[in-house]
């Protein structure tokens, strides 16, 4: 079955440090999102990146899909306190629109 | 406040008993999802409606697990018989889901969380 892989699972960095998290897949996606769950809350869509090597920016995020569609990663450069959270991949199958699969995360915590 | 709302949010119960949790997605939403998310883990697929059409389903899900999305509305995933290993915050999540179109961000409730004794 198609699974999506995400690393590293946690990243401890100092405020101002750049952040970086990969999610792979098993299976060439139709498209990926990102989300950012903060502790105790709910995952909040971030992004979606639907173009073969696309790439998005949103302010200090920068979202890259692969050439094949098989990878995604996203980087944040100078860290603040706000992004602690944990960022998860959500990669879309090819031939089945309904679901999302979601990679396991990454745990992001910024020291002041 | 116009999101996705759950409801209980904390449900402690006793392992044989049933349990029974309810989504109301965004109005103009016509997919719903339900998502069960254990600590470390990302959210596990677990149930899709379109409209009131359950449309897929996990087959990680037991037969103890049912959900319903009657007139195409709010959802209810009943737990019947519930174990240990069903201790999980349950999430759902609606979709505008535009036909055709690979769109469709998940907005995501607060989430269920159930603890089974």
């Known amino acids: 079955g198609q699974q999506v892989m995400q690393i590293p699972q946690y990243q401890h960095v100092q405020e101002g440090e750049d952040f970086t998290t990969y999610c792979n897949s098993s299976?060439?996606?139709?498209?990926i999102q990102w989300y950012k769950q903060r502790p105790g809350g709910h995952p909040v869509f971030l992004i979606q990146l639907v173009k073969s090597g696309e790439v998005k920016k949103q302010k200090r995020l920068t979202f890259q899909f692969g050439e094949a569609k098989k990878n995604s990663s996203l980087h944040i450069t100078a860290t603040q306190t706000t992004d602690v959270g944990t960022y998860f991949c959500a990669g879309r199958g090819l031939y089945n629109f309904n679901k999302f699969y979601f990679g396991s995360g990454t745990k992001l915590n910024v020291k002041p | 406040d116009t999101g996705v709302s759950q409801d209980p949010r904390h449900k402690i119960t006793k392992r044989g008993q049933n349990v029974t949790f309810r989504c109301d997605p965004i109005s103009e939403h016509n997919r719903l999802y339900w998502y069960r998310q254990t600590l470390g883990q990302g959210p596990e697929f677990l149930t899709y409606f379109q409209n009131e059409a359950q449309l897929e389903k996990s087959r990680l899900l037991s037969d103890r697990f049912s959900a319903e999305r009657p007139k195409g509305s709010f959802s209810t995933l009943e737990i019947q018989r519930t174990e240990q290993g069903d201790s999980a915050m349950y999430l759902c999540?609606?979709?505008?889901?535009?036909?055709?179109?690979?769109?469709?961000?998940?907005?995501f409730g607060e989430g269920s969380r159930l603890t089974v004794l």
């Open positions: 299976t060439t996606l139709s498209n």
């Open positions: 999540a609606s979709s505008p889901g535009l036909a055709g179109v690979v769109t469709g961000e998940l907005f």
